[in-house]
């Protein structure tokens, strides 16, 4: 059952998804904190069943909320949003190539009246069990986007989709990993616990200093370790690596913010 906010915390909502309208193109990382946020793919119907089927064979790091079919552009877990205007920054993809960045995808919609909608658990919602548990995020204290990784792990390709696996990244204190682990993995729609902990060579990680999408990590210090999340910001390397015709996205770090308390999807 959805578990919708109320009050002062719902209005924190509806005004991230107003500043995004206003054109505000912020990453949305501590923005009103304890609502869930989500990542967006849309794409032609006639790629939509390969979409839902890459997320059924790849749920790490592709947790489905809602599927909006048919040009819709209002979630349900957001009423009266508009899907075209409430994230504060797009990106248009043609044949597998990023073309345009806008701040809004009214235009873009319209190219395609057919577009079905994914939005994608995000991991910035276990971010507030993190600052509750008061174990610091570098990004956030930083006024930064999370630094995100295309890794060297292949997904399990779903019909014409297939791309490697794209992790987020957050230096934890070593003697708070465990909690960590602990209240992400508590929240296993929005990606759950981390997917990799320490040396990201592991993963294939080309420049830990030079992240594809994202900010660059500030140095790691004394006593932290880095920790690796799936990530929603994978589909847009299958995006690449498909050379899908058409796909609207949010930017990497940009998200919807819902009307949804973070404990709807907890465990």
């Known amino acids: 059952m959805m578990i919708f906010a109320e009050n002062e915390l719902l209005e924190s909502g509806r005004e991230a998804r107003a500043k995004a309208r206003a054109g505000d193109s912020a990453p949305t990382t501590g923005v009103a904190e304890g609502l869930v946020q989500a990542n967006m793919i849309s794409v032609p119907r006639d790629w939509a069943w390969d979409v839902l089927l890459y997320a059924q064979r790849n749920p790490k790091p592709v ?4 599927v909006i079919e048919d040009g819709g552009w209002e979630s349900t877990l957001a009423p009266g949003s508009d899907l075209r205007t409430d994230i504060p920054q797009y990106r248009i993809w043609r044949d597998g190539e990023l073309t345009e960045e806008p701040i809004d995808a009214v235009e873009a919609w319209a190219e395609h009246p057919d577009l079905v909608t994914f939005l994608i658990g995000c991991s910035f919602t276990f971010e507030a069990g993190l600052n509750q548990a008061q174990i610091e995020i570098p990004h956030q204290t930083a006024c930064r986007n999370v630094a995100m990784y ?8 779903a019909g014409r989709l297939r791309g490697k696996l794209v992790v987020s990244m957050r230096p934890i204190a070593c003697d ?3 909690d960590a682990v602990r ?12 997917v990799h902990i320490g040396d990201p060579d592991a993963l294939g990680i080309r420049d830990f200093y030079a992240p594809e999408y994202g900010d660059a990590p500030l140095a790691l210090r ?21 050379k899908v015709p058409f796909a609207i996205t949010h930017a990497p770090g940009c998200m919807f913010v819902t009307d949804l308390l973070n404990e709807t999807y907890a465990v």
């Open 183 to 194: 209240i992400s993995g508590s929240y296993p729609s929005v990606h759950g616990a981390p």
């Open 63 to 66: 947790p489905v909320l809602e």
């Open 222 to 242: 004394e006593g932290q370790v880095p920790v690796f999340w799936a990530c929603g910001v994978t589909p847009q390397a299958a995006i690449v690596d498909s």
């Open 150 to 157: 295309r890794t060297g792990v292949d997904c399990v390709p």
């Open 176 to 178: 708070r990993v465990a």
